[in-house]
């Protein structure tokens, strides 16, 4: 009984209703809208971490991450294969890492001077696919070196420009080498791109005198879900070393992840709680259009709480009436943008570089935080129905007769 006339009641006045089931819709549309651009931004850049910047998993000697000296070398590429033949890895590639000093012309940098294997740097991290000038360590070029444009653009350097980088062996002793810039690259991470100098293994291990030696192992696996397995795996078997994954390596990254899922639900309910005001005066000039009607209704007995329970329901219709759209919308726009990406490009290119973030993001539903949405939209309803449920409630039957 109660729930039909509820339901009657809200198509007394259609326009109003409709515009108040649209104004959720919208809102729904506006938060589930943000939460699947966080997602997509999320994950866009988790990816970015993983594909193209630290892998899924890096080893090092125990003491190398605190000071970066030359002498604390990984154990030989041999005594590491168990971690290469664990079925979750993928790939791998070694590196020989030196804090170096840049020094042009024009000016010097600090920088990590990255020593790779070609061939495995660009199946880890997709080394080659990031070049926008120069070649992969493909030509004859003596000493050959890749840069960031970053770096590039701060000290004016091209195509064959002549570096000369400075750095220390495991003894202590200065080492320094002329080199050529072979290739440009550019990446989504301006930052890591201004301090990143990549050359071939084995000529700075030539240089530091140490044939085959290298100081980081990076790992790429076939899933992320295996991550937590084959870490305790590789822990076990090597216990001495320093085994990180990208949330230890990356942590501003994991922090960023779990902030922005916290902030896209405060923004939702912000947006539901704004609507909240509209429902609350729509329902409040509902009852005084109806204050003789329901003064009628408690005259002929109706309790108040069929009372409270009546406006409660017609304001839970409304609210539910509306979700079903914004749900709908929301899907069908953040599917559409989910294949052709947003470019963001407009809002300062170099900006999100800056942070690590690609320009063409790619949203997605949030279909694991509909419960929650779920449950704000439904609170927001009956929140929003106590105020004027009290109204009615206040009235008193022979005052309410009399208007």
Known sequence: MITLMAWRNIW?????????????????????????????????RVRTVIDKEVG????????FSDDLEAGYLLPSKKNLEGLRNLPAVKEVCYRTLAPAMLSTATGSA?????????DAEKRVSGLDKKLIEGTYFSGKTRNPVLIGKKLADKLKLHLRS?????????????ISA???????????????????????????????????ASHEMCILLHT????EDTYLQMKNLFPLLKIEKWQDLSPETALLVDVANQYSIIIITIIMLALAFGI???MLMAILERTREIGMLMALGMSKSKVFALILSETLYLTLAGFPFGLFFSWTTITYFNRVGINLSAFREELMKSFGFSQIVYPEFPSEQLTRVVLIVVSTALISGLFPALKALSLKPVDALRK
């Open 280 to 282: 609350i005066n729509t």
């Open 162 to 174: 002549k570096v000369v980088v400075m750095f220390t062996d495991s003894a202590n002793n200065m």
């Open 224 to 227: 992320d879900e295996s991550l």
């Open 110 to 118: 600090g920088v990590i001077l990255l020593g790779i294997d070609p």
């Open 12 to 44: 007394r006045n259609p326009a109003r209703s409709l515009i108040i089931m649209s104004s959720i819709a919208l809102g729904l549309f506006a938060g589930i809208s943000v939460l699947g651009l966080y997602k997509g931004m999320m994950k866009s």
């Open 178 to 212: 002329a080199c050529r810039v072979a290739g440009i690259f550019e990446s989504e991470n301006a930052p890591l791109d201004q301090r990143s100098v990549y050359i071939p293994s084995q000529i700075i291990n030539h240089l530091l005198g140490m044939e085959q």
């Open 56 to 63: 899924h998993i890096q080893i090092h000697h125990s003491l």
